[in-house]
């Protein structure tokens, strides 16, 4: 008998995890026979051969049950990048890159000042380099950023290359200026179909803050374009006072368009907004207060987009929103050490946590249980990210972060991909555990919401801090301590209450 894997399934193996089964974006558990039998399932091996091990075949029916091998002809090949891969360094799951500095628009708000083209380019061969890097170190997602990522005459060239290596093209993270027909045929025409990540800061106020005019007519044209094309969208919004009062109209306005879901985000006192000196922002605690005013609104409103997030604080989804719920992130927590954490930031412990029941859900608190084993950022530990000049960063909001953490990360122009995951800075920082920060900072270690924030986002405690990654995110602080995080609570099981009545 012949079976072989299902064509979403792939086998790889990494450094201190022996056996890794993903199938589409998705680890699946599995004992070591089972993976044993899944690589025999290769369309090749006869499974009833009498040298297959008795435990091995008999976990072959389970693995049908499961959806992960199907029966087949002797000699049907698996596609592509199926098979068992082993790679020397540690796993990451992806990876976003930002293959430019440079930008054609003119944003007041730009952390890395894109429109002074701050950070340098790599050329072609350096790029294609790293493409083959990725590859090698197994990373099986690539998200693509800038600057503006558009505006390099050779993105198709590097985007057939991730495709050619067997890695997935996920995101584009792009303005929409230069979103063309054109380009998503090529792109389809690679099977390639990420999701284009569009920033659209508010209804009649998009123009303003990316100092380009046009710029919201070019983004409606083109999350309408790849709606009708079939490629998937996703909007970010940056809040300030000028477009704060915008927000429900905005969320109309994107789902109009096609846009199914949105990250809202207070701007930043960073880059170029911090150089400008102007008074358009809008306070801590004016804009949370604002984001609790918008949340019942919008669910009386009909929600009509399929997820809103704001900042990493509440999740509002609908119903027949595809979720991706508690478990999604944390599946591949044992695979970074063989710990896991339970719960990564952004994601509830426990599917019965009061106020989750509904469609409002509070992704503040961590509710941590073990501080030895929790990643103090599980995303930046999982999805790393490379700046245009080649460095290896924990996220990309540390590109424009210089002290002495920072400028300790390594690049790739000194050294492979596949050593710095393996030993390197960047593999110790990712890693730090909850334990580390508490040990190391005592302000965190003595707090009574030590385990619901742990210490809170890294990049913001550099900023605080540049030569203390282990610092404290003020910013967390403030939301907890001032009650923001309660408040959020109550307000989330209130909203669901009304509206389970309301749907009865």
Known sequence: MYYKLKDDVRLRAY??????????????????????????????????FPLVPEGVREAIPGLVEKGLVEACEKGTPLKPGQALRRYPNRLVKGVQWSITGACNYRCRHCFMEAPHAK???????????????LAAAGVGDVGITGGEPLIRKDFLQIAQRIVDDGMRLTQIY?????????????????????????????????????????????????????SERGFPTHASMVIHAGNVDTLLETTR??????????????????????????????????????????????????????????????LVERPDAKRRGPGFDEAFAEALTGDSDGAPAGEDSAADVEGTQGPVRVIARRRCQDSATTCLCLTTRLNPYI??????????????????????????????????????????????????????NEECASCE???DCLGGCRAAALRADPDNYLGVDRGACEL??????????????????RYARSVV
């Not at 590109?399 to 390197?424: H, M, N, W």
Request: glycine share 8%; charged share 25%.
């Open 15 to 48: 450094d201190r995890l022996p056996r890794l089964v993903v199938q589409g974006d998705r680890p699946i558990g599995v004992s070591a026979a089972e993976f044993q039998a899944l690589d025999l399932c290769d369309g090749a091996i006869d499974v009833d």
């Open 119 to 133: 950070h340098s380019d790599l050329s072609t061969e350096e790029l294609l380099d790293i493409c083959d890097q």
């Open 174 to 226: 792009t303005n929409g200026a230069l979103v063309t027909e054109e380009l998503l045929d090529a792109l389809a025409a690679m099977g390639a179909r990420p999701q284009f990540c569009i920033s659209f800061d508010g209804v009649g106020c998009h123009d303003w803050l990316r100092g380009v005019d046009g710029a919201e007519a070019a983004a409606e044209r083109a999350f309408r374009l790849c």
């Open 253 to 314: 306005t994107l789902a109009s368009w096609g846009v199914p879901t949105l990250k809202i985000s207070g701007v930043e006192p960073v880059g170029e907004w911090a150089k400008g000196g102007r008074g358009e922002s809008v306070s801590r605690d004016e804009l949370i207060q604002a984001y609790l005013d918008f949340v019942p609104r919008y669910v009386e409103m009909g929600m009509p987009m399929a997820s809103v997030q704001i900042e990493a604080l509440l």
């Open 387 to 440: 700046s245009s000049e080649g460095r290896v960063l924990p996220c990309m909001t540390m590109a424009d972060i210089e002290g002495a953490v920072t400028d300790g990360f390594p690049s790739l122009r000194a050294t492979s991909l596949q050593s710095i995951l393996t030993d390197s800075t960047l593999l110790d920082a990712t890693d730090s555990r909850g334990k580390a920060l508490l040990a190391a």
């Open 449 to 451: 919401y030590a385990l």
């Open 480 to 497: 907890f301590k001032k009650g923001w995080v309660d408040r959020a609570e109550a307000l989330a099981k209130d909203v669901n209450e």
